[in-house]
């Protein structure tokens, strides 16, 4: 039995940036917000920060500042993964050195490794480390996805944890379940699907949605874990609305363009994304209201 890293909501947290650089006194801003509202864990460096676009360096520097102003007060779990083994070993170590809680260890994206090929890579990464990981199966960005079977093999490696699942598809979730039992834990990374993840057998969320609403992607998770289950239902779909239009285009661009209506002062994606569409913009304001949000 593995025990969780976390449990509950943990944010992938976006990333501001100012001209070429990221914005500190912005993502404090943000930080602090998740932290004084109850988040569980913080994601960094991960998709939704657009770790994509910064070179290690830039990664090296705020993954060290989040563990710095995070103190203790939430885990720190650093994206640390690629489509370059050894480039991926080389941030999961440092990261490892200075004791982050945890890695989120993403596919490879664009080489589309077969599932011995992501075995293989995962357990290199792994056996550098021993920081407990996370594998990120997104396999509609990654163009590979992580079978079931594939899972049971990665849940024998001591220190692959977790598994965030981000397909979309109930059914494999059910499976990994099946297969891993207690050897993986199971974290959403859909915000749409927290409930039905938890419902069988997840240990809560790597989200989105708590960048913007940190306290209530926690209450969620927290309601269903201690047995409020149709509380804890009806908050998800309450806010389906909202999860709909943080991904109306392609994640983060709408959260930062919630972020800044918020006034979070997040500036625009790093190219090659670009700022929202003007009226899927007034879509996401209109949303952003109804929660209360503005």
Known sequence: MKKEIFKGAGTAISTPFEGDEVN?????RLLDYQLDNDIDAIIVCGTTGE??????????????????KVDGRAKVIAGTGGNNTKEAIAMS??????????????????NKATQDGLVK???????????????????????????????????????????????????QVAKIAALCGDDLNIYSGNDDQIIPVLALGGKGVISVLSNVMPFYTHQM?????????????QMQLD????CEALFSEVNPIPVKEALNQMGFDFGEPRMPLTPMSRDKAKVLTKSLQNHHLL
């Open 93 to 110: 170590k440092f990261a490892d050195s200075i004791e982050v809680d945890g890695l989120l260890v993403v596919t490879p994206y664009y």
């Open 51 to 68: 770790s994509a676009t910064m070179d290690s360096d830039e990664k090296k520097r705020l993954i060290e500042h989040t563990l710095e």
């Open 121 to 171: 890579h995962y357990k290199l990464i792994a056996d550098s480390v021993n920081t407990p990981i996370i594998a990120y199966n997104v396999p509609s960005r990654t163009g590979v996805n992580i079978t079931p079977e594939t899972c049971m093999k990665l849940s024998e490696i001591p220190n692959i944890n977790a598994i965030k699942e981000a397909s979309g598809n109930i059914s």
């Open 221 to 233: 998770v927290m309601e269903y874990l201690d047995g409020h289950i149709d509380s804890a239902r």
């Open 24 to 28: 500190y006194k912005a993502y404090d």
């Open 239 to 242: 806010v389906l609305d909202l």
